[in-house]
Structures are given as structure tokens and as C-alpha cells.
């Protein structure tokens, strides 16, 4: 590993003296290509030469005292000795994470799509809660969210809803929330008091451009129709809604929301180039491991990655056995402890399979 990480300083160094030089400048394009790949590796040339800091205090602490006699200045050697010996242990792991492989899709934005499943009128009322959750966490990262499509019923829940997450690593946070999402709680249409049990479907896709995937539009057939909703929801009288079927899958995806049917095309069809993006994806990755579940799955009960328990006040992470007793600030949109904790467990398991 450390020779690795000596042959990585070295390129550090190359590519910043490229980025200085007046030729490389004046080629944009090179330039912004270097400066990403300068960018990827700082992180972990700091922590190497963090690393080697740490190592020449040990190397100079022995030094030190196979030459000291005196008891007390050896014992505050030994004390340095032993903390710095600890500070290489820890950097030595930061390393390794940082030299795991990164998912392509990490730096880009997602698009979101939240679906009742099983509970009916309940189920489409608790996808309304995740989108206002999803919506606040965006907003406590300064992220922007952007409604593409939206089906609700009569009560103000959502049937279904895909919209979009622009910031920062949006999907490097957000990919660990695809799955089903059960709630148990009394719903307020419920007289006699029962606690039921329903559940909501999340797929987190990558935002995928045309370069990401190569559609032929003959394989695709846009209809356009009048679009309609409730709730307030605009209802426009021309006919501006888009529905885009992607022939070959199957794919079919609807966008309204804009009045303008240009509009609602490309969005609709942003959405398809996502959502065949994920399909090959995934089939890329069931081939290189046998054993990977389905992001989503059928929305039946049994099939959960999370239950949020109304009465008890808590939030349970099945995959990682973590359950939190705030499930208000939660739903708020305070989200960080449970995704720092997801992806703390994803890269301990992808170390533990690349040693």
C-alpha cells in the first residue's frame, strides 16, 4: 500500500505542475480534466503525508530513547511514542478508505421515485411524509429539489411521485435509501384506534445524461394528453402532459407538472434516461455478484428496509440493526446519523472483502 501511495505523490506532483503551466491552461477542457483528477487525489496525499509525519515521530521517539537515560524524559517519550503509534493505526485505515474504489455515480444528482404500496389511502399518506422528509434533508443541505411528476388521491397523499435532488454527492448520501419503508401507526381515518401496518417503495436512480446511455428514439413513443390532478393540483386545458413508452423495456414514464409540453417531454425523458441507466447497472452488477437483492422489491410487508413505528417512537434500519427514538426529528428531515451510518458499514464490508 505505501508503494502505492508513493507512486500517487508522485503524479500529484506532475499533475500540479500541469495545471500551472500556461500551455495546459489554455486548453479548457485539459485543464478541468486534470484539475478533477487533482482533486480526487488530495484527500489521500494528505493522509499519506499525514501518514509519514506520524512515522517519523515513532522513527525519532526510538531514536530518542535507546539514547536517554533519564527516567522521567523517557517516559514522556514512551507517551509519544505510544500516541503516534496509534495516530498511524488510524490513519492507515482513513487511507484505506479512501483508496476503496468510488462509485462513478456518487458526485451526481438523483431523481427519486416514492410509491404506495401495501395500506391503500395510508400507504399514500406515509409516501407523503417521506417526500416532505426527503424535501427537508435536501433543504438542511442546500440541495434543491425539483417535483418532475406527481399522482395523489383525494386526501392529500401521494400515490406515486419522482422528482429530482440537485447538490453536491447527493447520490453518495441518498443511494441507501432505495427500498421499502414500512410504517406501523393509527391512521387518522381509523376510528377504532388499531395500529396498521403499510408500506412505501423508494428507487434512488443516478442522473443519468445522453452520454450515459444510448437510446435509439425510434425505440421510443411519446403520446401527449390533457393532464389532470386534485388537490390543487394545475389542470391544464391544452395538451401538454407527456407520457414517453420506451418500447424495447417497457419503461413508461408520465411528466404534467409543467404547463408546457416541450417541457414535460424533456423532463419525462430525463427520467427515462435515469431509470435505463439503473436497469443496466444493476444487471452489471447482479453479474459480478450473484447475491444482490433488488433495490426496491414488491412493496409487500415482508420486504423492508426500515420501519418507522409511530406509537413506540422510533426508526429501525434493518440492514443495519440501528434504531432511533426520534422518529419526529427524522421525518423533519434529520437524516445524517442514519446515513453516516449506512455508509460506515458499506465501506467496513468492502474492506473486509478486499483484504
Given at each position: 500500500?505505501?508503494?502505492?501511495?508513493?507512486?500517487l505523490?508522485?503524479?500529484?506532483?506532475?499533475?500540479?505542475?500541469?495545471?500551472?503551466?500556461?500551455?495546459?491552461i489554455?486548453?479548457?477542457?485539459?485543464w478541468?480534466?486534470?484539475?478533477?483528477?487533482?482533486?480526487?487525489?488530495?484527500?489521500?496525499?494528505?493522509?499519506?503525508?499525514?501518514?509519514k509525519?506520524?512515522?517519523?515521530?515513532v522513527?525519532?521517539?526510538?531514536?530518542?530513547?535507546?539514547?536517554?537515560?533519564?527516567?522521567?524524559?523517557?517516559?514522556?517519550?514512551?507517551?509519544?511514542?505510544?500516541?503516534?503509534?496509534?495516530k498511524?493505526?488510524?490513519?492507515?485505515?482513513?487511507?484505506?478508505?479512501?483508496?476503496?474504489?468510488?462509485d462513478?455515480?456518487d458526485?451526481?444528482?438523483?431523481?427519486?421515485?416514492?410509491?404506495?404500496?401495501?395500506?391503500?389511502?395510508?400507504?399514500?399518506?406515509?409516501?407523503?411524509?417521506?417526500?416532505?422528509?426527503?424535501?427537508?434533508?435536501?433543504?438542511?443541505?442546500?440541495?434543491?429539489?425539483?417535483?418532475?411528476?406527481?399522482?395523489?388521491?383525494?386526501?392529500?397523499?401521494?400515490?406515486?411521485?419522482?422528482?429530482?435532488?440537485?447538490?453536491k454527492?447527493?447520490?453518495?448520501r441518498l443511494?441507501?435509501?432505495?427500498?421499502?419503508?414500512?410504517?406501523?401507526?393509527?391512521?387518522?381515518?381509523?376510528?377504532?384506534?388499531?395500529i396498521?401496518?403499510?408500506?412505501?417503495?423508494?428507487?434512488?436512480?443516478?442522473?443519468?445524461?445522453?452520454?450515459?446511455?444510448?437510446?435509439?428514439m425510434n425505440?421510443?413513443?411519446?403520446?401527449?394528453?390533457?393532464?389532470?390532478?386534485?388537490?390543487?393540483?394545475c389542470v391544464?386545458?391544452?395538451?401538454?402532459?407527456?407520457?414517453?413508452?420506451?418500447?424495447?423495456?417497457?419503461?413508461v414514464?408520465?411528466?404534467q407538472?409543467?404547463?408546457?409540453?416541450?417541457?414535460?417531454?424533456?423532463?419525462?425523458?430525463?427520467?427515462?434516461?435515469?431509470?435505463?441507466?439503473?436497469?443496466?447497472?444493476?444487471?452489471?452488477?447482479?453479474?459480478?455478484?450473484?447475491?444482490r437483492k433488488?433495490?426496491?422489491?414488491?412493496?409487500?410487508r415482508?420486504?423492508?428496509?426500515?420501519?418507522?413505528?409511530?406509537?413506540?417512537?422510533?426508526?429501525?434500519?434493518?440492514?443495519?440493526?440501528?434504531?432511533?427514538h426520534?422518529?419526529?426529528?427524522?421525518?423533519?428531515g434529520?437524516?445524517?446519523?442514519?446515513?453516516?451510518?449506512?455508509?460506515t458499514?458499506?465501506?467496513?464490508?468492502?474492506?473486509?472483502?478486499?483484504?
Open positions: 500500500m505505501l508503494e502505492k501511495l508513493a507512486d505523490e508522485k503524479k500529484y506532483i506532475e499533475l500540479n505542475d500541469k495545471i500551472n503551466d500556461p500551455e495546459t489554455s486548453d479548457q477542457n485539459l478541468r480534466s486534470l484539475m478533477k483528477e487533482h482533486s480526487d487525489l488530495t484527500p489521500i496525499i494528505e493522509k499519506y503525508r499525514e501518514y509525519t506520524a512515522e517519523n515521530a522513527s525519532d521517539a526510538l531514536e530518542m530513547l535507546d539514547a536517554e537515560t533519564d527516567e522521567e524524559f523517557r517516559q514522556l517519550l514512551k507517551d509519544e511514542l505510544s500516541e503516534n503509534k496509534d498511524l493505526t488510524r490513519i492507515k485505515d482513513e487511507i484505506k478508505i479512501l483508496l476503496l474504489p468510488k462513478p455515480n458526485e451526481k444528482n438523483v431523481i427519486m421515485e416514492i410509491r404506495g404500496g401495501a395500506g391503500g389511502d395510508e400507504a399514500a399518506l406515509f409516501a407523503a411524509d417521506l417526500f416532505r422528509m426527503y424535501s427537508r434533508y435536501a433543504e438542511r443541505k442546500r440541495w434543491q429539489t425539483e417535483v418532475l411528476s406527481v399522482n395523489e388521491n383525494d386526501l392529500g397523499g401521494i400515490k406515486e411521485i419522482s422528482f429530482m435532488i440537485k447538490g454527492n447527493a447520490y453518495s443511494k441507501y435509501e432505495s427500498g421499502v419503508h414500512r410504517v406501523q401507526r393509527v391512521p387518522t381515518t381509523e376510528s377504532g384506534g388499531r396498521h401496518t403499510s408500506t412505501v417503495t423508494v428507487a434512488v436512480l443516478p442522473e443519468a445524461e445522453e452520454l450515459d446511455v444510448n437510446i435509439n425505440d421510443v413513443r411519446i403520446d401527449v394528453f390533457r393532464a389532470s390532478g386534485n388537490g390543487g393540483q391544464n386545458t391544452t395538451d401538454s402532459a407527456v407520457r414517453v413508452t420506451h418500447l424495447p423495456t417497457g419503461i414514464v408520465s411528466c407538472n409543467e404547463k408546457s409540453q416541450i417541457k414535460n417531454k424533456a423532463q419525462a425523458l430525463k427520467v427515462l434516461y435515469s431509470r435505463i441507466y439503473e436497469m443496466e447497472r444493476a444487471k452489471h452488477e447482479a453479474e459480478i455478484s450473484a447475491d433488488s433495490q426496491v422489491g414488491t412493496g409487500d415482508s420486504e423492508r428496509i426500515r420501519t418507522y413505528n409511530f406509537p413506540q417512537g422510533r426508526v429501525t434500519d434493518h440492514r443495519i440493526k440501528l434504531t432511533l426520534r422518529i419526529e426529528a427524522i421525518l423533519d434529520d437524516l445524517d446519523e442514519l446515513m453516516d451510518t449506512l455508509i458499514t458499506d465501506q467496513a464490508e468492502k474492506l473486509k472483502n478486499a483484504e
